[in-house]
């Protein structure tokens, strides 16, 4: 576990260099993304309580198809996706790894998805919601 948290300390670190460096107006949406990722990582490593999180591309253009994926600090199963709002449409789901294939219709102007999951001892449900704004 820890060799997997520095390598995603080392992988982060990059893309914060590469983002810094980067001039163009997708710079926020990665900011957005890393900020989203370190939070939900941070929030798992600290927490004692039931914590979830819903991460993935922070912006999407009509005909795009993306992967979300579901983290959280507990046994997770069945992971349950759902769309909140927008002409989102779920391709595919992959329990093992607990992620979603996405596809963004041609009216899509932004939209919101859900993952829920209960933990696998019938213990407390946790749900996060990501929001997906139109590139």
Sequence with gaps: ??????????????????????????????????????????????????????????????????????NNNFNFIDVEWEILSGDITIVSEDDTFATAEVSFGPNFTGGTIKARAQDGNNGPACSDSWEITVD
């Excluded at 990722?37 to 309580?49: H, L, N, P, Y």
């Design 1 to 70: 576990m820890k060799t997997l948290f520095k390598n995603l300390l080392c992988i982060l670190g990059a893309s914060l260099f590469l983002v810094s460096c980067n001039n163009d107006d997708d710079g926020d949406d990665l900011d957005r993304e890393a900020e989203a990722r370190i939070e939900c990582e941070q929030a798992i490593s600290d927490s004692k309580g039931t914590v979830c999180c819903t991460l993935g591309a922070a912006t999407a253009s009509p005909g795009d198809l993306k992967t979300y994926e579901y």
